[in-house]
């Protein structure tokens, strides 16, 4: 059998090796995708090697949120979220609420999501998406956890709920924001963190993001591949197989710091900084040790 630490590198063309000025933190990470079955320890080795050291592993139902636990129980610097995406809405059930209230009592899950409101595809009904959405409200208010947020096309809504909600809540995140300018100053009022994407790198439709990173108070900002999905479409080189992975961070740090007007290195040291406080994660001693590099 080959030793994925040795040719952990063979996946990435030499351009696509990048590595962060300062160690990052990927808050959305969908490992347990079966994408990644083959080579997660290879996956893994790219990310360090790309100064990626921590990693929130997204758990959009119960069967991924267990996944996600089993990770991070077994591979450091892994931590899970627990939650029940909208587009399974319609399978929330009592037993469901009871086993996601377990999930979110083991210290691996350091948020309560993903969850919220997606009224661009429904494939659950608005009813049920509330319905969903407002059970996990409440869970998050009893265990005092961080929200991971989804949202599409369901913005004032979603305002709504949080609003009825937001005294009883811990800190939250829009993640993978994609959103107009009005919506964004409504979740910064309602006092939330904002996660950005290689949705930034899109020509296509991210380009209005780009006039709007500046609008997002530095400690309000982290950043997250939504690996496998979303890779950038300004990376250098072509990728086999289009699947996005927590190696290609820096790109998009470096694109967000682009638009922002601020160094590299500086956003990477914000953002990590953020999102740490955020999830409440121990101190990384790889932040102490790393020098910055050239840029």
Request: aromatic share 6%; net charge negative; with cysteine.
């Amino acid at each position: 059998m080959v030793d994925p630490i040795e040719t952990f590198d063979d996946f990435l063309p030499e351009a696509l090796r990048r590595r962060s000025p300062a160690p990052l933190v990927d808050i959305g990470a969908n490992l347990t995708h079966a994408s990644f079955a083959r080579d997660l320890e290879a996956v893994l080795s790219r990310a360090r090697a790309a100064n990626v050291t921590t990693l929130i592993l997204t758990g959009t139902d119960r069967e991924h949120a267990e996944q996600a636990v089993d990770l991070a129980r077994r591979l450091p610097g892994l931590y899970a979220t627990a939650g029940v995406h909208p587009h399974d809405a319609s399978r929330w059930d009592a037993a469901l609420e009871r086993a996601m209230g377990e999930l979110h009592r083991q210290p691996e899950v350091v948020a309560v999501g993903e969850c919220g409101l997606d009224f661009n595809r429904n494939f659950s009904t608005p009813d049920e998406q509330e319905r969903a959405f407002e059970a996990q409200l409440g869970l998050a208010a009893q265990n005092g956890k961080p929200l991971f947020l989804h949202e599409r096309d369901a913005g004032r809504r979603m305002r709504e709920m949080l609003h009825a909600w937001r005294d009883d809540l811990a800190d939250a995140v829009v993640h993978c924001f994609t959103a107009d300018r009005a919506t964004l100053h409504g979740y910064l009022d309602l006092d939330l963190h904002i996660g950005l994407t290689g949705w930034l790198c899109d020509e296509r439709r991210g380009h209005h993001l780009r006039e709007l990173v500046g609008e997002i108070p530095l400690d309000r900002l982290m950043v997250e591949t939504d690996c496998p999905y979303l890779l950038p479409r300004h990376l250098p080189a072509k990728l086999k197989g289009r699947r996005h992975e927590p190696a290609l961070l820096p790109w998009i740090v470096r694109e967000i710091a682009h638009w922002r007007g601020i160094a590299e290195l500086e956003l990477a040291r914000a953002t990590t900084t953020t999102a740490r406080a955020f999830f409440r994660l121990p101190a990384d001693q790889t932040q102490h040790d790393a020098q910055p590099e050239e840029q």
